[in-house]
């Protein structure tokens, strides 16, 4: 947990935070609490830390890596399994924005970072958005796991909606497997799409003929 603390601070500073490091590592517990709510299965602090490993391994495709790391750590910050369509991202991205502007991050980088969260929603960018394309990409990297990986994953997602009737839950999640398969390329960076997009479509395409 100290190792990601540090990761947090350095972000925020990145991006221009001027409260103190007691404040940024305080904020950063604040997240880490956040991510560790009982009700959670998937979205974890496991998932926090594969994000932003990917989100560092592949920094350089991006301008503004540190917005992006910010964004990854707000991105699940308000999570609710019964909450209705897009509300857990909304209400994410103005957690978000809120939180960085009180830690001094300069308004124009906290309302990006809001923005970068917001698009998780539907995992859609527009052109010429890198930083967006390298969140989403590092949150979908889960989709290209090996057989294992997928299977850990599914299974993970079924726990968080256990709440949720068997037959609902397989009509929700077709919804949500062919709205990425829809997509014109699961992953938008091409380094990335060359590595991950056909694993990821056959993982989809079998978990959901399955």
Same mark, same amino acid.
């Given at each position: ?10 972000? $925020?500073?990145?991006?221009?935070? #001027?409260? =103190? /490091?007691? &404040? @940024? ?7 880490? #609490? ?15 830390? =594969? ?28 999570? &609710?399994?019964? =909450?209705?369509? !897009? +509300? ?7 957690? $978000?924005?809120?939180?960085? #502007?009180? %830690? ?24 010429? &958005?890198? /930083? ?6 590092? &949150? ?11 299977? *850990?994953?599914?299974? $993970?997602?079924?726990?968080?909606? *256990?709440?949720?009737? !068997? ?9 949500? %497997?062919? +709205?990425?398969?829809? @997509?014109?390329?699961?992953?938008? @960076? ?7 997009? +056909?694993? *990821?479509?056959?993982? @989809? ?6």
């Amino acid at each position: 947990m100290e190792d990601l603390v540090e990761r947090f601070r350095r972000a $925020a500073r990145d991006a221009g935070a #001027t409260a =103190a /490091d007691g &404040d @940024l590592d305080a904020a950063a517990g604040y997240l880490l #609490t956040r991510w560790s709510e009982p009700q959670r299965q998937y979205h974890t602090v496991e998932h926090l830390t =594969a994000v932003l490993n990917t989100v560092d391994l592949h920094a350089g495709l991006a301008p503004h890596p540190e917005r992006v790391r910010l964004a990854a750590w707000m991105h699940d910050a308000v999570y &609710d399994p019964r =909450a209705l369509g !897009d +509300a857990n991202e909304r209400d994410s991205a103005e957690f $978000a924005e809120g939180l960085l #502007t009180t %830690l001094g991050v300069p308004e124009a980088n906290a309302a990006e970072v809001a923005r970068l969260v917001s698009l998780t929603a539907g995992h859609a960018t527009e052109a010429d &958005d890198p /930083d967006g394309e390298l969140l989403c990409d590092a &949150d979908l990297a889960v989709l290209a796991g090996d057989e294992e990986q997928y299977a *850990a994953y599914t299974a $993970a997602i079924r726990r968080e909606y *256990a709440h949720v009737p !068997d037959d609902a839950f397989r009509d929700g999640r077709a919804q949500v %497997l062919k +709205a990425l398969l829809e @997509l014109p390329s699961i992953y938008r @960076l091409a380094p990335l799409r060359e590595q991950w997009e +056909a694993r *990821a479509r056959a993982n @989809l395409e079998k978990e959901l003929n399955g």
